[in-house]
Nanobody, 119 residues
Framework: QVQLVESGGGLVQAGESLRLSCAAS????????MGWYRQAPGKQRDLVAV???????TYADSVKGRFTISRDNAKRTVYLQMNSLKPEDTAVYYC?????????????WGQGTQVTVSS
């Protein structure tokens, strides 16, 4: 059973930092793209950052210069370092990964972790 397990969310004040982690498990043969999305109440789920298997990164304009995505391929883990957090960063953050499992590439999602930034 393929799983993406997130950790690291919480409640912080504006200007503080958080680090999210997401570990993949479950008989995966290979992982391509890994990334983070977020969804605020009443809004659609939006891309935050993505990193490919060769290390190419893409960020949403709203987080450039404040967030850093990285991955540890040996641990099958992706991280999101979030600095200078703002109240508008409050959302449920979801991990996403494009992985080869059994006979095909598919997108998988984590269960989500809440990030709340108070002003």
């Amino acid at each position: 059973q393929v799983q993406l397990v997130e950790s690291g969310g919480g409640l912080v004040q504006a200007g503080e930092s958080l680090r999210l982690s997401c570990a993949a498990s479950g008989g995966i043969f290979s992982i391509n793209r890994m990334g983070w999305y977020r969804q605020a109440p009443g809004k659609q789920r939006d891309l935050v950052a993505v990193i490919t298997s060769d290390g190419t990164v893409t960020y949403a304009d709203s987080v450039k210069g404040r967030f850093t995505i990285s991955r540890d391929n040996a641990k099958r883990t992706v991280y999101l370092q979030m600095n200078s957090l703002k109240p508008e960063d409050t959302a449920v953050y979801y991990c996403n990964a494009n992985m080869w499992y059994r006979t095909s590439w598919s997108d998988y999602w984590g269960q989500g972790t809440q990030v709340t930034v108070s002003s």
